[in-house]
């Protein structure tokens, strides 16, 4: 018998149609499906691929007061995500098989979406040893991303010798692009604001030349690089240049920056302090259209918790990072859709489709029979107005409390398991499936 | 006006009204009555998170000639390498009974985010935060540029305020830029181009890379002080040459207007960016501004705690 049935339920070409899930997986489309364990009747509303996120902080193990790995993929669920990407920099550093084991284990006994731990590059996130790529590759969590997000892998050599080593196990790196003698003790975008208020500025130029850098090392060894959170114009055009070279590269942008910008710390409320930082009104508009154009392949959340007491205190001295997950879609939506910029076949692409292509994550991205039941539903015409002590995270620093934004998520379905209905979690969650699991 | 944060947040009355304000004082108190009640039985505290000894001791001694009670509360280094948070160390002193806090921060924004976060009641006067502002810095500034162009009283235009140093690390360039500009006058900022902010193109000042070219036509020359951790990093060559392209040697000294004044917020370098011949010469207003500093601080201090009219000679308020 049919596990769930959802009923009416509208494709991106705007036909309606019912989906028949079994087995965690989609059984059937068409209309006028009938008989199941559980029927839901979605209305009308948007069905979509539950999206990828390929730049997540979930905290553990180590900083659990901010998130936990069940905390972070309850976000994730609300937010429409059925796939997520934990990022290396956990205390201890993922940067060994052990350790991304234990991510992963937490990830299938939280059950409400996949949790695909990222390896580091070097041990300790330190740059100066290569971490076991190839230990973490081979481990059951099967990493084929490493990045030593929040920091960057500065030295050439190292980024070379990276990006030629993880060919074998067909690895990616997220390069997180920050030359770090350019920013040292920065605090905020270089420009006008930061002259103004008196914090030291982050300039462009410390993300782009590692940019170009890495962009002519991936093609000299011909590698993949992946360039985590874009956010200047400048970053964008060499992004699309390398593209028009053929070099294997791609990009990510994240809500945050498509749509904030640096003048929002003249107040010095820490809630905006974010690495990369916000940048200016033109650099916004060029991450925009380089989404728009595919020259940024993906958003990405670079959701990142902390708990009160590291925002609530003078702008030098707070962590930087904002959290993401579940504002993530009605950002790109009031940045990219309410602006005509995109419609919501890119949005599916770059928010599910492109995302588990880049990093191998085949049961996600698609809407077909026979792939796993990973889908959300979405009210692309409801608003609904941020209240950061309604979220899952077990953090509250959200720089978009108190703003009204478009689209809510209404239903998530991970491997056919309502793991949200009506914006709430269910308590629902997958208990695995060894026919479902993604290899 | 509740704090005193920004001079970006004062109009040129507010300003002139603090100038007006610690005149009125200065006269009172230059009688037989050197200190006034009206501050008796408030408390100001001092919350010094940087090395500031004589911001600390001018604040000090103007709230003592008001009569208030002064609480000096020194924590070198960040909150968060003392171990307690700016919000608790602001709260605990405020339970003791604070009325207003005067902080120095090294970290910019910090006296916004003390007033503005809803942690405390007490005014707050920002005493110099990171990079940002020196409010009290700037308004002593402009007494004393006014005492010596009485033409000028409320209105600068016509003036020529040549700032000289390190303008990208600099609260005082900050708040006086801000504050001249204001008041009408001109400003240069004077300086190698690795010492000047980026954007610096957007602010109301003009700027040049030669204090030789403009010397001659200021009538006000503020040398800023080369902090000590600026001479390894490479903004300047050494101090030799920064001493001899933006110090204010025998040369241009004899090339300044005469009736122009050299102004310094002090501590100075004697020999890097002045020479002593330059900070000791007739033209040198920095003992007077020390002194102002007590006057505007007294006046900032009177205004914030709700001072309504300024007791004339002789009567007790």
């Given at each position: 018998m049919t596990q769930v049935l959802i009923k009416n339920a509208r494709m991106l070409d705007d036909h309606i149609v019912d989906i028949a899930i079994t087995d965690g997986r989609i059984y059937e489309i068409g209309s006028d499906l009938t008989g199941a364990y559980e029927v839901v009747d979605v209305a009308k509303k948007l069905v979509l691929p539950g999206f990828v996120d390929l730049h997540t902080h979930l905290r553990a193990p180590g900083k659990e007061n901010s998130e936990t790995v069940l905390s972070g993929s309850q976000a994730a669920a609300r937010g429409g995500y059925t796939a997520l990407s934990a990022m290396a920099n956990t205390s201890p550093v993922a940067d060994?098989?052990?350790?991304?084991?234990?991510?992963?284990?937490?990830?299938?006994?939280?059950?409400?979406?996949?949790?695909?731990?990222?390896?580091?590059?070097?041990?300790?996130?330190?740059?100066?040893?290569?971490?076991?790529?190839?230990?973490?590759?081979?481990?059951?969590?099967?990493?084929?991303?490493?990045?030593?997000?929040?920091?960057?892998?500065?030295?050439?050599?190292?980024?070379?010798?990276?990006?030629?080593?993880?060919?074998?196990f067909d690895g990616i790196i997220a390069q997180h692009a920050q030359e770090p003698a350019l920013t040292r003790d920065s605090q905020m975008n270089e420009g006008v604001v930061s002259s103004k208020l008196g914090l030291k500025g982050w300039p462009?130029?410390?993300?782009?030349?590692?940019?170009?850098?890495?962009?002519?090392?991936?093609?000299?060894?011909?590698?993949?690089?992946?360039?985590?959170?874009?956010?200047?114009?400048?970053?964008?055009?060499?992004?699309?240049?390398?593209?028009?070279?053929?070099?294997?590269?791609?990009?990510?942008?994240?809500?945050?920056?498509?749509?904030?910008?640096?003048?929002?710390?003249e107040s010095y409320d820490a809630v905006y302090k974010v690495n990369p930082p916000l940048r200016t009104q033109s650099d916004v508009l060029a991450l925009r259209t380089g989404l728009a154009d595919g020259t940024i392949d993906i958003v990405a959340t670079d959701h990142a918790p902390h708990p009160i007491e590291d925002k609530e205190c003078e702008w030098n001295a707070a962590a930087f990072g904002m959290l993401g997950l579940e504002t993530a879609l009605s950002v790109v939506v009031e940045s990219m859709i309410s602006t005509k910029l995109m419609d919501w076949a890119r949005l599916s692409s770059v928010m599910s489709t492109t995302p588990a292509q880049i990093a191998g994550y085949t049961e996600h991205g698609r809407l077909a029979v026979g792939g796993a039941a990973n889908l959300t539903i979405i009210d692309p015409d409801s608003r609904w107005s941020v209240d950061r002590s309604k979220s899952s995270s077990r953090s509250v620093n959200t720089p978009f409390h108190g703003m009204e934004l478009p689209a809510t998520v209404v239903h998530t379905f991970f491997n056919g398991v309502h793991v949200v209905n009506n914006g709430q979690i269910t308590g629902n969650r997958y208990e695995g499936n060894s026919k479902v699991r993604s290899e | 006006m509740k704090n005193l944060l920004s001079i970006q947040d004062l109009d040129s009355a507010s300003i002139v009204e603090i100038l007006n304000t610690a005149r009125e004082l200065a006269r009172i108190t230059d009688g037989p009555m050197k200190k006034l009640p009206t501050l008796r039985g408030r408390t100001v505290v001092n919350l010094f998170f940087e090395d500031s000894t004589r911001t600390r001791l001018s604040?000090?001694?103007?709230?003592?000639?008001?009569?208030?009670?002064?609480?000096?509360?020194?924590?070198?280094?960040?909150?968060?390498?003392?171990?307690?948070?700016?919000?608790?160390?602001?709260?605990?002193?405020?339970?003791?009974?604070?009325?207003?806090?005067?902080?120095?921060?090294?970290?910019?924004?910090?006296?916004?985010?003390?007033?503005?976060?809803?942690?405390?009641?007490?005014?707050?006067?920002?005493?110099?935060?990171?990079?940002?502002?020196?409010?009290?810095?700037?308004?002593?500034?402009?007494?004393?540029?006014?005492?010596?162009?009485?033409?000028?009283?409320?209105?600068?235009?016509?003036?020529?305020?040549?700032?000289?140093?390190?303008?990208?690390?600099?609260?005082?360039?900050?708040?006086?830029?801000?504050?001249?500009?204001?008041?009408?006058?001109?400003?240069?900022?004077?300086?190698?181009?690795?010492?000047?902010?980026?954007?610096?193109?957007?602010?109301?000042?003009?700027?040049?890379?030669?204090?030789?070219?403009?010397?001659?036509?200021?009538?006000?020359?503020?040398?800023?002080?080369?902090?000590?951790?600026?001479?390894?990093?490479?903004?300047f060559p050494s101090e030799r040459e920064y001493s001899r392209d933006f110090g204010l040697g025998a040369q241009r000294l004899a090339a300044l207007k005469k009736e122009a004044i050299i102004m310094h917020p002090g501590p100075m370098n004697r020999g890097l960016e002045i020479s002593a011949a330059s900070a000791d010469s007739p033209q040198s207003v920095i003992l007077e501004q020390v002194a102002n500093g007590i006057l505007v601080r007294m006046a900032v201090l009177y205004l914030l705690l709700g001072g309504t009219r300024i007791p004339t000679e002789g009567v007790l308020v």
């Amino acid at each position: 018998m049919t596990q769930v049935l959802i009923k009416n339920a509208r494709m991106l070409d705007d036909h309606i149609v019912d989906i028949a899930i079994t087995d965690g997986r989609i059984y059937e489309i068409g209309s006028d499906l009938t008989g199941a364990y559980e029927v839901v009747d979605v209305a009308k509303k948007l069905v979509l691929p539950g999206f990828v996120d390929l730049h997540t902080h979930l905290r553990a193990p180590g900083k659990e007061n901010s998130e936990t790995v069940l905390s972070g993929s309850q976000a994730a669920a609300r937010g429409g995500y059925t796939a997520l990407s934990a990022m290396a920099n956990t205390s201890p550093v993922a940067d060994t098989a052990g350790v991304v084991e234990q991510v992963a284990r937490l990830g299938r006994e939280a059950g409400i979406c996949d949790v695909f731990p990222i390896g580091a590059v070097t041990v300790g996130l330190k740059g100066e040893v290569m971490a076991e790529m190839s230990a973490m590759a081979q481990s059951a969590a099967k990493v084929r991303i490493f990045s030593d997000d929040g920091n960057c892998v500065s030295d050439p050599l190292m980024m070379r010798r990276a990006l030629e080593y993880v060919k074998s196990f067909d690895g990616i790196i997220a390069q997180h692009a920050q030359e770090p003698a350019l920013t040292r003790d920065s605090q905020m975008n270089e420009g006008v604001v930061s002259s103004k208020l008196g914090l030291k500025g982050w300039p462009s130029i410390a993300e782009e030349s590692i940019i170009a850098r890495d962009i002519l090392i991936a093609h000299y060894v011909g590698s993949r690089l992946h360039i985590c959170h874009l956010t200047t114009a400048g970053g964008v055009e060499l992004v699309r240049w390398a593209k028009s070279q053929g070099i294997k590269v791609t990009a990510e942008v994240t809500p945050h920056h498509l749509l904030l910008t640096d003048t929002l710390a003249e107040s010095y409320d820490a809630v905006y302090k974010v690495n990369p930082p916000l940048r200016t009104q033109s650099d916004v508009l060029a991450l925009r259209t380089g989404l728009a154009d595919g020259t940024i392949d993906i958003v990405a959340t670079d959701h990142a918790p902390h708990p009160i007491e590291d925002k609530e205190c003078e702008w030098n001295a707070a962590a930087f990072g904002m959290l993401g997950l579940e504002t993530a879609l009605s950002v790109v939506v009031e940045s990219m859709i309410s602006t005509k910029l995109m419609d919501w076949a890119r949005l599916s692409s770059v928010m599910s489709t492109t995302p588990a292509q880049i990093a191998g994550y085949t049961e996600h991205g698609r809407l077909a029979v026979g792939g796993a039941a990973n889908l959300t539903i979405i009210d692309p015409d409801s608003r609904w107005s941020v209240d950061r002590s309604k979220s899952s995270s077990r953090s509250v620093n959200t720089p978009f409390h108190g703003m009204e934004l478009p689209a809510t998520v209404v239903h998530t379905f991970f491997n056919g398991v309502h793991v949200v209905n009506n914006g709430q979690i269910t308590g629902n969650r997958y208990e695995g499936n060894s026919k479902v699991r993604s290899e | 006006m509740k704090n005193l944060l920004s001079i970006q947040d004062l109009d040129s009355a507010s300003i002139v009204e603090i100038l007006n304000t610690a005149r009125e004082l200065a006269r009172i108190t230059d009688g037989p009555m050197k200190k006034l009640p009206t501050l008796r039985g408030r408390t100001v505290v001092n919350l010094f998170f940087e090395d500031s000894t004589r911001t600390r001791l001018s604040f000090e001694a103007a709230a003592k000639r008001l009569s208030a009670d002064v609480i000096s509360f020194s924590a070198k280094g960040s909150s968060v390498s003392k171990g307690e948070s700016l919000k608790d160390t602001a709260q605990t002193l405020e339970a003791m009974g604070a009325d207003l806090i005067v902080i120095r921060h090294s970290a910019s924004g910090a006296a916004k985010r003390l007033a503005e976060s809803g942690w405390i009641q007490s005014a707050v006067v920002n005493a110099g935060d990171g990079m940002h502002e020196h409010p009290t810095q700037a308004l002593l500034d402009a007494y004393t540029i006014r005492a010596h162009f009485p033409d000028h009283e409320n209105d600068f235009s016509g003036l020529h305020v040549g700032i000289v140093g390190d303008i990208l690390h600099s609260r005082v360039a900050r708040s006086n830029v801000i504050l001249l500009n204001k008041l009408g006058a001109t400003v240069t900022l004077i300086a190698p181009p690795t010492l000047l902010p980026i954007g610096v193109s957007q602010w109301p000042v003009q700027v040049s890379h030669s204090l030789d070219e403009v010397i001659g036509t200021l009538d006000a020359v503020m040398m800023l002080r080369i902090q000590s951790e600026r001479m390894n990093d490479s903004f300047f060559p050494s101090e030799r040459e920064y001493s001899r392209d933006f110090g204010l040697g025998a040369q241009r000294l004899a090339a300044l207007k005469k009736e122009a004044i050299i102004m310094h917020p002090g501590p100075m370098n004697r020999g890097l960016e002045i020479s002593a011949a330059s900070a000791d010469s007739p033209q040198s207003v920095i003992l007077e501004q020390v002194a102002n500093g007590i006057l505007v601080r007294m006046a900032v201090l009177y205004l914030l705690l709700g001072g309504t009219r300024i007791p004339t000679e002789g009567v007790l308020v």
